[in-house]
């Protein structure tokens, strides 16, 4: 069942399907803007901050970008956004490639996790991807985010591969959705 709800200009968004809301918060996906860049920008830094001892330092910089390195990460990547009580909570990247879709830096504020948030983020993408006459959507997720997984899966994603010690010696699933 879809939810309605508006976005901060007014406009009217319904939930894809299997995204969670409560009737007193709906969760509203927006397009990120370049005006988000810095709200963006903390919000990976919030994430990343719980993992400093579990993931190696040099993966954390590389997902932890400054106002100007995510900027340039927009290039070619349609972003979305979810926020709560004005606050930005979760953030997705499409993008398309041969006819077909990859997600990329999903993230969710620790505060927000296990809501709807990641679910809402993600089926907004393949909704986009559909759109866009994309005929897979595909993602890479390192294993051990066994949550980020687990949402990918329950939104019908399969298993496709693992890479092993692919980024700074951790292993990465690689999931895929057929549309």
């Known amino acids: 069942m879809a939810a309605n709800g508006t976005n ?18 709906p969760i509203v996906v927006d397009r990120l803007t370049h005006e988000d860049v810095n709200d963006v920008c903390a919000l990976f830094r919030r994430v990343w901050e ?7 330092n040099e993966l ?25 009580e004005g606050k930005l909570v979760g953030v997705v990247g499409a993008s398309m490639v041969d006819g077909s879709c990859r997600l990329v830096n999903l993230v969710v504020d620790p505060d927000a996790r296990r809501q709807g948030y990641a679910t809402a983020l993600t089926a907004s993408a393949i909704e986009w991807a559909k759109h866009n006459g994309s005929r897979s959507v595909w993602v890479d997720a390192l ?8 949402v990918f899966r329950n939104l019908g994603f399969s298993e496709a591969g ?3 010690k692919h980024f700074w010696d951790e292993d990465v699933r690689l999931l895929e959705k057929l549309l």
């Open 8 to 25: 901060d200009r007014g406009e009217e968004r319904s939930l894809p399907a299997g995204a969670k809301a409560t009737a007193a918060r």
């Open 143 to 150: 294993a051990k985010f066994t949550g980020a997984v687990a």
């Open 50 to 56: 719980g993992f400093r001892n579990d993931l190696p």
């Open 162 to 164: 693992v890479l092993h």
């Open 60 to 84: 954390i910089k590389a997902w932890e970008p400054s106002p100007l390195e995510f900027t340039s990460w927009m290039e070619g990547v349609t972003y979305f956004a979810t926020r709560r």
